[in-house]
């Protein structure tokens, strides 16, 4: 069985710290996706890593894929209120064409 | 980027009643679109596949009787909820993907209450 367990569950900040958040499986995944979910929003595609160990920089965002994709990381640097949200990762299913989420990560940035 | 428009953002009905739900696939085709349920401060679960032109596929545990799904072009699928009880208040999202899983694009959701 698939899953993709996100750490932490719920994250408060101030504003301008940094934070990583985790997305781990047991599984092998030829991709993960992350995306970022507003209240009310559908969520919206932020990166998708596909090669193990990849890296990929989205502004102040910093996307990994674990060396052996079975995990994936999130790092944003100087965290704003805009980044509030709910990120998910999400992975090919296997024997499907849809995709699999992770248990979401809420993140609040205070000001 | 590709865009998924879903239609109504909000919706309101009474207990016993059906609710329809359209997704639409705005600049491309698709012949697979998916429907997630999203409960409060939960990610989105897979409630059915919608594929044109035949029947959806269903996951474990949801009623095919209950979330009716109609593909009948490229381009939009819709849910009906229909005979709704409180219980099936809920975010309803749609998505279809443009070039395999990996190209996936969401709708804006729809918030349902029964009341």
């Known amino acids: 069985t698939q899953l993709l367990e996100q750490s932490p569950q719920f994250l408060s900040i101030q504003e301008g710290e940094n934070l990583t958040v985790y997305c781990n499986s047991s599984?092998?995944?030829?991709?993960l996706q992350w995306y970022r979910q507003e209240p009310g929003e559908g969520p919206v595609l932020l990166v998708t890593?596909?090669?193990?160990?990849e890296v990929k920089k989205l502004k102040r965002l910093t996307f990994q894929f674990g060396d052996a994709r079975k995990d994936s990381s999130l790092h944003i640097t100087a965290a704003q209120p805009g980044d509030t949200g709910l990120y998910l990762c999400a992975g090919p299913r296997t024997g499907a064409n849809n995709l699999f989420f992770g248990t979401g990560t809420r993140l609040t940035v205070i000001p | 980027g590709a865009v998924v428009s879903q239609h109504p953002s909000r919706v309101i009905c009474k207990s016993g009643t059906s609710v329809k739900i359209e997704c639409r696939s705005l600049?491309?085709?698709?012949?697979?679109m998916f429907w997630y349920r999203q409960f409060p401060k939960k990610s989105l679960m897979l409630m059915a596949t919608s594929n044109e032109g035949s029947k959806a596929t269903y996951e474990q545990g949801v009623e095919k009787d209950k979330f009716l799904i109609n593909h009948a072009s490229l381009t939009l699928s819709t849910l009906t909820v229909t005979s709704a009880h409180p219980e099936d208040s809920s975010f309803y999202i749609c998505s279809a993907n443009n070039q395999g899983p990996t190209e996936a694009f969401f709708g804006q959701g729809t918030r349902l209450t029964v009341v």
């Open positions: 890593v596909v090669t193990g160990g």
């Open positions: 600049d491309f085709q698709a012949t697979t």
């Open positions: 599984s092998v995944f030829s991709s």
